[in-house]
């Protein structure tokens, strides 16, 4: 830029010189000797191949500076199409990942649910199968047929663990507990006897007697008669 505005400088004060050579020369050309007509022309035309240097000198640093704005311009154009492709590839990747993001965040919930779902439900069922279990454990004997007694089907219970499980009010009850039947019965040989079926631990038995039994209501009137 300063090379350029000295140039410019330069020329203008170059033409003014040759300005004042030429006027100097119309002015004074029929006084003027032939040897100092040429010498005159000489200086003004030296003068013009001065000017004519410094303006391709001139002409030469324009294009030079034309040259570099337009190998700028071209590096800005590269540089601005490179961001843009740099922004457009990391959208995409961007848009990827939350896609796939939202895929895994959705299954990962789908299985959350899934697992909560089963849990539910065998929780559910569960539920369900622990009151039918119970009265399952409940209905410990059934009828036999042939004698009337309760048919046992597990070993011998305490009365007190009785107390403790949910009764079936359609179950029938026994003994003088009043209970439904569990563990070991025994059967009283009073055919009248309105409770019929006992269990051992409530009548103070651990083995089955031998002979006929009457329960302790049955053996008190029998004692009395």
């Known amino acids: 830029m300063a090379a350029g505005m000295y140039l410019e400088h330069y020329l203008d004060n170059l033409k003014a010189e040759i300005d004042k050579l030429a006027t100097e020369y119309m002015s004074s050309a029929r006084s003027l000797s032939s040897e100092e007509k040429l010498a005159l022309l000489k200086q003004i035309q030296e003068a013009y191949g001065k000017c004519k240097e410094f303006g391709d000198d001139k002409v030469q640093l324009a294009m030079q500076t034309y040259e570099m704005v337009d190998k700028h311009i071209r590096r800005l154009d590269t540089d601005l ?19 796939s993001s939202s895929k895994g965040k959705k299954k990962g919930r789908t299985q959350k649910e899934k697992k909560a779902a089963r849990a539910r439900s065998k929780g559910k069922n569960s539920d369900e199968e622990a009151p039918k279990a119970a009265q399952k454990k409940l209905k410990l004997v059934r009828t036999s047929p042939e004698y009337g007694m309760p048919s046992v089907t597990f070993g011998s219970v305490h009365p007190s663990d009785v107390l403790d499980m949910p009764v079936d009010p359609n179950e029938p009850t026994y003994c003088l507990c009043h209970q439904v039947s569990y563990g070991e019965m025994i059967g009283c040989d009073n ?25 302790p209501r049955c053996s008190q009137e029998r004692k009395k008669k």
Not at 83 to 92: G, N, T, V
Not at 192 to 200: A, N, P, Q, V
């Open 191 to 215: 055919p009248d006897c309105s409770i019929e079926w006992f269990h051992f631990a409530c009548v103070g038995l651990t083995t089955k007697p031998r002979g006929k039994w009457f329960c």
């Open 81 to 99: 199409a490179r961001f843009e492709a740099d922004l457009k590839e990391k959208q995409i990747e961007s848009s990827d990942y939350d896609s």
